[in-house]
């Protein structure tokens, strides 16, 4: 009876350390998806600055004011003072975090 046990335990081991590996693969690929989107929308925003910076704030496909929408969040946050600055340097460490 014994020897059934632990082979029962030893089968249950197994099967939740390969449960934890699928879920830690599984969190690195959404992750992976999570840091693409984010860099693919900070590329886009930085081409929606050039755009608007070379041809005014017409852009048709813009949808916006961003370089105006910066602006606004930066003074938003420099007329906070401390707190502004925190909540930069908290934004940039997330943003430089690897």
Do not use: C, H
């Not at 959404?30 to 041809?55: D, S």
């Not at 496909?61 to 007329?79: E, Q, R, T, W």
Request: glycine share 14%.
């Amino acid at each position: 009876m014994s020897a059934a046990v632990g082979a029962g335990t030893a089968a249950l081991k197994v099967y939740v350390s390969s449960f934890e590996e699928g879920n830690v693969e599984l969190f690195d690929k959404a992750k992976g998806w999570i840091v693409r989107i984010t860099e693919l929308g900070l590329l886009l925003v930085a081409l929606g600055i050039v755009l608007q910076v070379l041809f005014g704030t017409a852009v048709p496909f813009l949808g916006g004011d961003i370089v105006g929408n910066l602006i606004k969040l930066v003074s938003a946050l420099g007329s906070n003072g401390v707190v502004g600055l925190v909540a930069i340097a908290v934004i940039l460490w997330l943003f430089n975090r690897k």
